[in-house]
């Protein structure tokens, strides 16, 4: 860890620092992500559970991390939340080798599947990206009966064929742009966004939308009503009128547009809300920092 980093750290565990962190990330403990999620219930909304940390290269550390999903898993069955757990790949054995990795994740799978808790898989850097759909695509056809969702960011080069993959398999989608470096700008990374939503929308596929781009959800949100329009244009029996509902949710990070997550709840749209909770909390932090600072004292 360099200067920086430990300034960092430093920094964002003394107050303001601390103030400004815990605006957008729960807390250190499990207990602080369960009395946010409990807050989000009250107010009508789903709550994504994060356990902080990636990039782990020591097993030991990697099982450790794996029994904490399932920790999660089961308290959040005893505590009756509203909530689904987020996974990061490469803090349960990814980077250390497929097989260990895999491991790792179809016990977090048993778990959610015996306890009826949704899992979603996130996906990190572009070289892990093929390892996180291949362990996703195993998943789901070991556990058929497991509320799944593999994210799919956007910004890389083989999203289009994975995500035509994972829909064929009748895995969920959560649709994003991406945090990580990417050879495509922001205008070209949009277009291909809203190509895939088309897609998903097109084919029922259910998918959450997780962006915090207002010119993006407004687009997502008319692309939704053209395909609801053109299904009531094709003069459907009342027998069949439930094929015109277009099924789909949108997910945002804790603490950055809650005017719009709160609006979008009070239309009745599926909204989930991202709860990351740990000590790791600075790669985190840090991928997201540009964009905290420039919009958490507007919105």
Not at 241 to 257: D, E, H, I, K, Y
Request: charged letters at 25%; hydrophobic letters at 40%.
């Amino acid at each position: 860890m360099n200067f920086w980093d430990r300034c960092l750290i430093w920094l964002g565990n003394r107050w303001p620092g601390k103030k400004l962190v815990r605006r957008f990330i729960a807390g250190g403990t499990i207990k602080d992500a369960f009395l946010v999620a409990q807050k989000l219930n009250s107010q009508g909304f789903e709550a994504i559970i994060n356990f902080l940390g990636e990039e782990v290269k020591n097993r030991q550390k990697a099982r450790e991390n794996a029994r904490m999903y399932s920790c999660l898993i089961q308290q959040i069955k005893r505590r009756k939340l509203k909530a689904r757990v987020s996974i990061k790949p490469s803090q349960i054995g990814l980077r250390i080798n497929r097989s260990f990795y895999r491991q790792n994740l179809f016990g977090i799978g048993r778990d959610a599947l015996v306890y009826g808790i949704s899992l979603e898989i996130d996906m990190e850097t572009e070289e892990t990206v093929d390892a996180t759909v291949w362990g996703t695509v195993a998943l789901s056809k070991h556990y058929s009966g497991l509320d799944l969702r593999q994210a799919v960011a956007m910004n890389f080069k083989e999203s289009f064929a994975h995500l035509y993959n994972l829909a064929g398999i009748g895995a969920k989608i959560r649709l994003c742009k991406g945090a990580y470096p990417s050879v495509y700008g922001k205008k070209e990374i949009r277009e291909r966004f809203l190509s895939a939503a088309d897609y998903l929308l097109e084919h029922d596929a259910n998918p959450d939308f997780a962006t915090h781009d207002l010119n993006l959800l407004g687009k997502l949100l008319s692309l939704r009503e053209n395909i609801h329009d053109i299904r009531k244009s094709a003069h459907l029996t009342p027998f069949s009128m439930s094929a015109m509902t277009v099924p789909c949710g949108f997910q945002f990070l804790l603490g950055l547009r809650k005017k719009t997550w709160k609006e979008l709840r009070q239309q009745g749209e599926r909204t989930a809300i991202y709860v990351a909770f740990g000590s790791n909390w600075l790669p985190y932090a840090k991928r997201r920092w540009q964009y905290i600072v420039k919009k958490s004292f507007l919105f």
